[in-house]
């Protein structure tokens, strides 16, 4: 039977879990936003069946609600939340990157029409808004749940089938655990790659030739420096304790780096650089098991005569053979999709460039 999906703040996550539920599932999807534009874009694409006029109308249509706004505004929500009143049983999930604040602010609930289960997957872009929404976004990312006390195992059950179709890997963990670990891997790395320009710009100011000699190696430790300011300091004072520690241990970590640079310690240097070296490695190493490992690239491409063959042609030229390709959203007008499938990593990243180089848009799945 059709349900209906409440998304709030159809930007690129909320756009993208909605379009998703809406290719997927026959639930009926209604979305909220404060941007008059993506509301209207949302509904004129097709991205939900309806807008409502409120946060509160939704609430009380409403069967899931997924909260995508950004963080502190998802935590504002919850809090209004604690006034409504439903009169059907509603499971309530959100998208922030955070989970201990957001898993607070539940606790204040005592509404008992509403169960919260908090989500957060763990994949996304640089990019922001409606526009660059899409429903493969989350294809074999993993997506991190946190249950409240009250929601049983049927209520995770539910919340994974409705999200079924994103192909991703569900993982239920403690919030607490979920945002030391991705402040290590995912909100740290943001305030580095930040500060790592900041760096090159004050340089630049005495060296103007500076930016021609960013090369590949600045380039990808930065290229997270682009994302949505707003979301990400959004995200670093949710997850204030934990990035400060992460802080504070960095800034010991470079002093003791300086000071392997002051004594000339080589032997020291290269070790370190070892260590980095092999722990990064291992990151990259698919599981072995009976299945083989695929290694593979979304590329968008419009829906025009010739598209596929450009692209596959362009691969051949430079002797790269695909294991497998296949075209995963394809309909008139509308950009497309194909997965192209490696057997080697090192082939998915050449083709990657190759294609970046002309001219399309791609994604590596790791
Ligand atoms: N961007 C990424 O790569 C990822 C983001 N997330 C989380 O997803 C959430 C949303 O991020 P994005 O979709 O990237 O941002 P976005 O900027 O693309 O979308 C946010 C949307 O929320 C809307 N919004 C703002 N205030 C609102 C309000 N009061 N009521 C209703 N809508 C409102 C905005 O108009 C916008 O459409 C954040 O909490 C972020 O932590 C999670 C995984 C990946
Ligand atoms: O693409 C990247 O590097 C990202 O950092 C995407 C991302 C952003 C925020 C999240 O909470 C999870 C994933």
């Given at each position: 039977m059709s349900k209906t999906v409440f998304v709030v703040g159809l930007g690129l996550i909320g756009g993208s879990l909605a379009k998703n539920i809406k290719q997927t599932t026959t639930n009926i999807v209604i979305g909220f936003d404060t941007n008059r534009k993506s509301l209207e874009f949302a509904e004129m694409n097709e991205i939900i069946d309806y807008a409502v006029p409120s946060f509160e109308e939704g609430v009380y249509e409403a069967d899931y609600i997924i909260l995508s706004a950004p963080v502190s505004i998802t935590i504002s929500y919850l809090e209004t939340m604690k006034n409504l009143k439903p009169k059907k049983q509603v499971l309530v999930t959100d998208v922030s990157s955070v989970k201990a604040t957001v898993m607070e602010a539940v606790k204040?609930?005592?509404?008992?029409s509403f169960t919260f289960i908090g989500g957060h997957p763990m994949a996304g872009s640089h990019k922001r808004g409606i526009?660059?929404?899409?429903?493969?976004?989350?294809?074999?990312a993993f997506y991190i749940l946190t249950p409240s006390e009250k929601a049983s195992n049927q209520d995770v059950h539910a919340i994974k089938e409705l999200l079924a179709g994103t192909k991703s890997k569900f993982v239920v963990l403690q919030p607490k655990e979920h945002d030391e670990m991705t402040s290590v891997v995912s909100h740290f790395p943001h305030l580095i790659a930040s500060s790592l320009v900041h760096q090159a710009r004050t340089w630049q100011r005495t060296h103007t030739f500076l930016p021609k000699l960013a090369a590949g190696g600045f380039r990808d430790i930065t290229r997270?420096?682009?994302?949505?300011p707003q979301m990400w300091q959004d995200i670093f004072f949710q997850n204030r304790s934990s990035m400060i520690r992460l802080l504070d241990d960095w800034i010991k970590e470079m002093a003791s780096l300086k000071s392997l640079l002051e004594k000339g310690d080589e032997e020291a240097m290269v070790s370190y650089l070892e260590q980095a070296r092999d722990f990064r490695d291992g990151l990259d190493a698919k599981e072995k098991g009976a299945i083989p490992a695929f290694y593979d690239l979304l590329v968008d491409i419009r829906d025009q005569t010739g598209a596929l063959l450009n692209v596959i042609s362009l691969l051949a030229s430079e002797d790269i053979s695909i294991t497998n390709i296949e075209i995963l959203e394809i309909r008139e007008g509308i950009t497309g999709v194909l997965r192209i499938s490696f057997a080697e990593q090192s082939l998915q990243h050449k083709s990657n460039e190759i294609l970046i180089r002309n001219g399309y848009e791609t994604m590596i799945q790791n």
């Open positions: 204040e609930w005592n509404c008992s526009q660059a929404a899409k429903a493969h976004l989350f294809e074999n997270i420096a682009s994302s949505n």
